[in-house]
């Protein structure tokens, strides 16, 4: 997947992001409202206004499962929130959790049976990719065959991650990546983000509820506020400046490039 590519994808999310960063995204807080909802009602407005993350595939005439496997292929990848619902396989074992997506994906972790008219699961492949991520996720388990829907919900966390990293992606999207993980384990999930986004060059979205997070992780944090990007602000901002943003005040008191960085930047 080209840079060009990516910055295109990109430009309606995060206005600016740069290739090979860490880009957060936080939601001012609404009323009866999650982060999930939220971001459901962002997309509808942007997909009316024209911008949508999957309109190039959208053009080559791709059905909506195609457009999402084209996607992955191009080097995209997503964590959700919600990983009971969308992010696990629950009956299934960890290593089949982890390679899943790659398998189906890119086709790896497969062996070609009589001369390639069928495949069947690279066993060893697999353990040897769960394994590389329970110890470098330090995911609590029995082994690699223990049932996803037995872990805790942090450790189910981690499982999500593994399956999105084993894919190497150039441009990840994770959303609240830390939910219902305790102090210790948040603390290894975004040294991970960052190890992959310094180490791989991974451009990484992420989206949180937690400031904290986010500045600990991103070289830059887009305040959203009713649907449009308030400002964006760098890591180091105080704390006032993001409370103005989310507030609805669009100029920061200082150090922040505000509504009007947001706008310019689809057109850098």
Known sequence: MS???????????????????????????????DTRE??????????????DLLSKFKEEGLHKKEQVAAALKAGMAFVSEDRRGVGLLLDESLDWNIAF???????QYLKPVLGGLFSLR?????MGLCKEYIKLLDIKCTSSKQKAKELSGGNQQKICLAKAFALKPDLLFVSEPTRGIDVGA????????????????TTIVMVSSELEELRAVCDRVAIIDEGRI????????DVAEFGILMAGITEPASGGEGASAAEEAPNA
């Open 186 to 201: 948040k603390k290894l999930v975004l040294d991970t983000l960052r190890k992959y986004n310094s180490e791989y060059g």
């Open 38 to 51: 939220q971001i459901g009602d962002w997309l509808k407005e942007r997909r009316e206004e024209g911008g």
């Open 101 to 107: 997506t790659a398998m189906q994906v890119h086709k």
């Open 230 to 237: 308030a400002g964006i602000l760098p890591p180091t901002a």
């Open 3 to 33: 840079s060009e590519d990516k910055g295109a994808s990109l430009i309606f999310f995060a206005a600016g992001a740069v290739m090979g960063a860490a880009l957060g995204v936080l939601f001012a807080p609404k009323a009866g409202k």
């Open 122 to 126: 690279d066993e060893a492949g697999m």
